[in-house]
């Protein structure tokens, strides 16, 4: 399969932004943006304004996503979300495995994989990030670590499931500091991760896409996307502004 074969998905992370208000105008005002036929978008929004975006984009082509999710389906898990809940309040997607959430919550590669089969099997689709931190980069491990942060998570699936999942590379130095991987980079990293879920399943990882992420501004986004590896943006602080969010959307056809 071809890079064209696949949808382009363009994501908005609004990470913890945005008022119940402002989240219903920011979710109104994407979906006035003229999407291309073969684009998807999703966005993000916080937990607790889901319920008020879902409604307010019923009948868009825009989709919701959510943050985060944990894998049980219910149970005495104090401020957790599960992928049923999700789906009830309208989600298609969830982000899981962000490298925030690795960060600062104690998320790990056995988690993320918890995480991404409990929400296939809730018939949503996981995000499931990986990327490397500076140190890595610079310390050469950069395809060790995002090699086994994939792994964890593609043992255990299916080769439906392979199909189904949408990866995002996110190089967590690119992350909210303005620095974008140089598109000849990125894409050497996507064609790795793409090659390691061939491995697994090759007709499946054709299928799989795999989006970039870190600071993708609307001026880099039609650069990016043109690596026949990227499929799309996971797009954190440019998808707080509608603008430059549709010219990212925009830029993927
Ligand atoms: P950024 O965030 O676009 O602000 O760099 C991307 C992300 O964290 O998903």
């Known amino acids: 399969m071809t890079h064209s074969a696949r949808r382009p998905l363009i994501a908005g992370n609004w990470k913890m932004h945005n008022s119940l208000a402002e989240s219903v105008a920011l979710a109104r005002a994407v979906a006035d943006v003229r ?3 073969r684009t998807d978008v999703v966005v993000a929004p916080v937990f607790t304004a889901l319920s008020a975006v879902a409604q307010a984009l019923v009948g868009t082509p825009v989709g919701l996503a959510g943050q985060d999710l944990h ?21 298609s ?8 959430r690795r960060q600062y919550f104690g ?9 991404t089969l409990a929400a296939l099997r809730s018939g949503l ?34 080769s ?3 199909a189904a999942m949408v990866i995002a590379y996110e190089p967590v130095w690119a992350i909210g500091t303005g620095r974008t ?18 491995h697994k399943h090759a007709e499946a990882a054709d299928r799989t896409r795999v ?23 996971l797009v954190g602080g440019a998808s707080l502004d509608a603008e430059t969010f549709g010219r990212i959307i925009r830029a993927a056809g």
Not at 93 to 100: A, P, R, T, W
Not at 108 to 115: A, H, I, L
């Open 107 to 115: 998320e790990t590669d056995e988690s993320v994989r918890n995480k």
């Open 211 to 233: 989006l970039y992420g870190g600071s993708v501004k609307a001026d880099n986004a039609a650069e990016l996307l043109a690596q026949p590896d990227i499929d799309g943006a």
């Open 71 to 91: 894998w049980e389906p219910k149970g005495a898990f104090t401020g957790a979300i599960s992928a049923p809940m999700l789906k009830d309040v309208g989600c």
């Open 35 to 37: 999407i291309g036929p």
């Open 93 to 100: 997607h969830v982000i899981i495995g962000h490298s925030e």
């Open 181 to 198: 991987a140089k598109s000849s980079d990125a894409q050497l990293a996507h064609a790795f991760l793409r090659d390691r879920a061939r």
């Open 160 to 162: 439906s499931e392979i």
């Open 125 to 158: 689709t996981p995000i499931v990030c990986v990327g490397e931190t500076l140190a890595e980069r610079e310390g050469g491990i950069t395809f060790e670590v995002i090699g086994r942060q994939l792994d964890a998570v593609l043992n255990a699936c299916e």
